[in-house]
């Protein structure tokens, strides 16, 4: 949902106004728009188990690298996003406060309400930018039980690989190993 879109910002103007408006809500800056980001707690079940399964993962495999949820934000190719989950290697910057200047790895978007129209555009933008920035993106869509995964070194002619709740996600090189049945996320447990 867009906060504010009467003129276009400027990253600098969104890190001004992020200054402002530090709470509970969760900001991106897409395309020169202020956009609060949607949740709910069917999302954010979907999110909690994909970051422990990566997480468990890391460890179990003595893995480098560090994990956020949705209120870990990033730089992305002069955007403001803020992912569901991300991985972000050994060798990018990882800061304690504010947006991370290096994009992620991994970026894991959880599509809250799959009908709504603004969403999926501010989405569409968002992968946009991944793409440019080299980011992996996993877009997770809880009510077709889908997974999408935009790999920026695939041919954009060929759009991105599906995946059903039948299936398996298994991880890029970053992650050796990683394998995510999806009936682990799907299934009417979550």
Same mark, same amino acid.
């Given at each position: 949902m867009?906060?504010? !879109?009467?003129?276009?910002?400027?990253?600098? !103007?969104?890190?001004?106004?992020?200054? !402002?408006h530090?709470?509970?809500?969760?900001?991106?800056?897409v395309?020169g728009?202020?956009?609060?980001v949607?949740?709910?707690?069917?999302?954010?079940?979907?999110?909690?188990?994909?970051?422990?399964?990566?997480?468990?993962?890391l460890? +179990?495999?003595?893995?480098?690298?560090?994990?956020?949820m949705?209120?870990?934000?990033?730089?992305?190719?002069?955007? $403001?996003?803020?992912?569901?989950?991300?991985?972000?290697?050994p060798?990018? $910057?990882?800061?304690? +406060?504010?947006?991370?200047?290096d994009?992620?790895?991994?970026?894991?978007?959880?599509?809250?309400?799959?009908?709504? $129209?603004?969403?999926?555009?501010?989405? +569409?933008?968002?992968?946009?930018?991944?793409?440019?920035?080299?980011?992996?993106?996993?877009?997770?869509?809880?009510?077709?039980? $889908?997974?999408?995964?935009?790999?920026?070194?695939?041919?954009?002619?060929?759009?991105?690989?599906?995946?059903?709740? !039948?299936?398996?996600?298994?991880?890029?090189?970053?992650?050796p190993?990683?394998?995510?049945?999806?009936?682990?996320?799907?299934?009417? +447990?979550?």
């Amino acid at each position: 949902m867009a906060v504010r !879109d009467l003129t276009l910002l400027t990253a600098a !103007d969104f890190d001004n106004f992020i200054a !402002d408006h530090m709470g509970d809500e969760i900001y991106e800056f897409v395309d020169g728009k202020v956009v609060q980001v949607p949740s709910n707690p069917w999302v954010s079940s979907i999110s909690g188990i994909i970051l422990s399964l990566i997480w468990l993962h890391l460890r +179990q495999n003595s893995l480098p690298g560090k994990l956020t949820m949705a209120d870990g934000g990033f730089m992305v190719n002069g955007q $403001r996003v803020a992912p569901d989950v991300t991985y972000v290697g050994p060798d990018k $910057r990882f800061v304690k +406060q504010g947006y991370n200047p290096d994009p992620p790895d991994l970026a894991v978007e959880v599509v809250s309400n799959e009908s709504n $129209r603004e969403e999926l555009d501010d989405l +569409q933008a968002k992968l946009r930018h991944y793409r440019s920035a080299g980011v992996i993106v996993w877009v997770v869509l809880p009510r077709a039980q $889908r997974v999408e995964i935009h790999d920026p070194a695939a041919d954009p002619s060929q759009g991105p690989v599906t995946l059903g709740p !039948d299936d398996t996600l298994t991880g890029p090189a970053f992650l050796p190993g990683f394998r995510l049945p999806l009936s682990e996320i799907f299934s009417d +447990q979550v």
